[in-house]
């Protein structure tokens, strides 16, 4: 931007959580860090459209003319940061905050109640989120990207601030995985709070994931799998994420094949979903299942050819299956949208292309969580919870 915006303008203030640490202990490090560090948000911000008003030390602050374009540059120094081999012991984490308002604009900064309200809002964050204030979330409500949600944590009161804020989190696959823990938590929660469903399913999602693009082995994800459904409290969440606070960009394949001429081929568990699939059938079957997928692209292409054999997609709350340009034989397209499931964003569209000459395509939900179901079942006899033997699992 050639100037900085005025009126009602978009406030987005970022600041590197636990660098003071950082600076006493590893100096040399820490400056190369930031150098990067400071790289990526201005360059996000400036691609955005953003203007800089101010830094002090790691934190940026900026102003938008529009909320979309500051969480555009949010989510792009996120994505971008999580990306990163940073010198430093551990990895450097930003925290963001995005509020929109009324500002007084002077000598190319910022006052006012909307300015306050915003660095507020940044200090109740945790490394790794970006925060949306009330405001900021009505005028992204009908612009918000695909494959972002915005997850409610309620109202706080703010520090200094009269009034209480509702609080919004943003929700995308890449960011950072500490997350899953804040996610289910409104900010003022104490970690020795007791821990909900929803918050051990956070965890257990981010641990599939990261099983999934190589960061956990077979043996780990099963033993924190294990302490996450059996979890009392939010404290005994937090260990879970070791070593995950930053989430891996999986490398997607932009084009993978598969081949099957009378037998079978499954892709499950925490396969790679690809930008692009071309499958090529004759009597037999190709299942895809989705529910443990590794997912880091928002659409996938399927273009199929099946002479006489089937096509199974098994789906997941978030993916949206469209197979409406297939052509068809004397075959058939079957598509089962499952119901909708508040506060889940749509990760993953599928588009299903090609010529059906007399098999079948066939989308669902699954039927049953078998592996999860067993898991949980074997988790509850060793808590002396349930003394039945755990049911085989049905097939999806």
């Known amino acids: 931007m050639s100037g900085a915006p005025s009126g009602t303008v978009t406030l987005l203030f970022t600041d590197v959580e636990g660098s003071t640490r950082l600076w006493d202990a590893e100096r040399d490090a820490m400056a190369a860090a930031l150098r990067r560090h400071d790289e990526i948000v201005r360059g996000a911000i400036e691609q955005a459209g953003g203007y800089v008003f101010k830094t002090v030390g790691d934190?940026?602050?900026?102003?938008?003319?529009?909320a979309r374009a500051g969480l555009d540059a949010a989510l792009a120094a996120q994505r971008n940061l999580a990306a990163q081999s940073w010198p430093t012991s551990r990895p450097i984490v930003v925290r963001m905050g995005l509020h929109a308002g009324v500002c007084e604009e002077r000598d190319g900064d910022y006052f006012g109640p909307a300015v306050n309200r915003a660095a507020r809002l940044l200090a109740v964050a945790s490394g790794g989120e970006v925060l949306?204030?009330?405001?900021?979330a009505e005028l992204l409500s009908d612009e918000l990207p695909e494959g972002v949600g915005l997850r409610e944590l309620g109202t706080r009161q703010l520090k200094d601030l009269s009034r209480p804020e509702r609080i919004y989190q943003v929700e995308a696959a890449f960011l950072a995985a500490r997350v899953a823990v804040a996610a289910a938590r409104q900010p003022d929660r104490p970690a020795g709070l007791l821990a909900s469903h929803a918050d051990r399913d956070r965890v257990v999602e981010v641990l599939r994931t990261a099983a999934g693009d190589g960061r956990l082995t077979a043996d780990d994800l099963d033993q924190r799998l294990e302490?996450?459904?059996?979890?009392?409290?939010l404290a005994d969440l937090e260990p879970l994420l070791a070593g995950l606070t930053t989430a891996a960009v999986a490398q997607v394949p932009d084009l993978a094949r598969i081949e099957c001429g009378s037998g079978s081929a499954r892709r499950d568990m925490s396969w790679v979903v690809p930008r692009h699939l071309e499958i090529d059938i004759g009597s037999g079957s190709v299942w895809l299942d989705?529910?443990?997928?590794v997912i880091a692209a928002p659409e996938l292409r399927i273009d199929v050819q099946i002479a006489g054999g089937s096509l199974k997609l098994i789906t997941r709350p978030g993916i949206v299956v469209d197979a409406g340009d297939v052509k068809v034989g004397s075959g058939s397209v079957r598509v089962v949208v499952p119901p909708a499931v508040p506060g889940v964003p749509v990760e993953l569209r599928v588009k299903v292309c090609g010529q059906v000459r007399s098999g079948s395509v066939t989308a669902r939900p699954a039927r049953r969580r078998g592996r999860w179901r067993a898991l949980w079942q074997r988790v509850l006899r060793r808590l002396g919870g349930d003394s039945r033997p755990a049911p085989p699992a049905a097939p999806p």
């Not at 989705?290 to 997928?293: L, N, S, T, V």
Request: hydrophobic share 60%; charged share 10%; proline share 0%.
């Open 59 to 66: 934190s940026f602050c900026a102003a938008f003319s529009a």
């Open 132 to 136: 949306v204030s009330g405001a900021a």
């Open 227 to 233: 302490a996450a459904l059996t979890a009392r409290t």
């Open 290 to 293: 989705f529910r443990e997928a």
